[in-house]
């Protein structure tokens, strides 16, 4: 690990910890324009997350809908909560070729934008320790009078993510503060992810809100409008 991955993880709680850690499971409210430009609105208002820590899957579940998803790379499953399928679709990220800006999306391609998307911010930064993972330190920047240590990583193929390279950026704290890349499946669609409202939970220091925006140049944010707002409320580790 480089210098700076290993402050990172220790700030966060430490490998040792997380090592003892199957799975992560949050309650959450997902909001944000991206969702109404999809056609999608609220969907993502009130659900229950939980993501493995060993391998790339997470199940989403909707209170009060029968009905919960399950994300892999190679395929998404939507089904009542007794298993009776409801949706399904094998290489999910296909479908997403030819796709605009306001192209619409069923409730498939949610799944999986938000199962590479919460999956990769759960895990981080402790994911980029795995096997295939390749870290950099690269240029400092300065934001609001702190600086904020970079961290470029390029994400292996089997990894589904929004992009191969990501930059994580720290604070002087080892804390994340903010996540840098470009979204495949929207065209390349730009997004700089501030993380915030830390909470230690079991050991695991987890930033409970996130606020997501595009940027322009040199990561110059666009702060109108807010493209996703993610909120945590309770977080459960098994």
Not at 27 to 38: D, Y
Not at 128 to 135: D, I, K, N, R, V
Not at 200 to 208: H, L, M, Y
Request: with cysteine.
């Amino acid at each position: 690990m480089t210098e700076l991955m290993d402050i990172a993880v220790r700030a966060h709680g430490g490998l040792d910890r997380w090592r003892q850690i199957r799975s992560i499971r949050v309650g959450a409210s997902i909001t944000g324009a991206i969702w109404f430009v999809k056609g999608q609105g609220d969907a993502l208002k009130n659900v229950v997350l939980t993501a493995d820590t060993a391998a790339e899957r997470l199940t989403v579940e909707f209170p009060g809908q029968d009905r919960r998803a399950v994300f892999e790379p190679k395929r998404i499953v939507v089904q009542h909560m007794d298993g009776a399928p409801i949706a399904e679709r094998d290489d999910p990220e296909m479908s997403f070729t030819g796709q605009l800006r306001e192209t619409p999306w069923d409730d498939v391609h949610v799944i999986y934008f938000v199962g590479e998307a919460l999956w990769t911010y759960l895990n981080t930064p402790f994911l980029y320790t795995q096997p295939g993972f390749f870290t950099e330190e690269i240029a400092p920047i300065h934001v609001d009078g702190e600086v904020w240590r970079r961290l470029q990583v390029t994400f292996p193929d089997h990894i589904k993510s929004h992009t191969r390279t990501q930059i994580s950026c720290f604070g002087p704290d080892g804390l994340l503060r903010r996540h840098d890349y470009t979204v495949d499946i929207l065209g390349g669609a730009t997004g700089l992810n501030y993380a915030s409202e830390y909470r230690d939970v079991g050991g695991i220091i987890f930033p409970t809100q996130r606020r997501i925006y595009a940027y322009e140049g040199d990561y110059q944010p666009v702060w109108d409008p807010l493209l996703v707002g993610i909120d945590m409320g309770e977080i459960t580790l098994s």
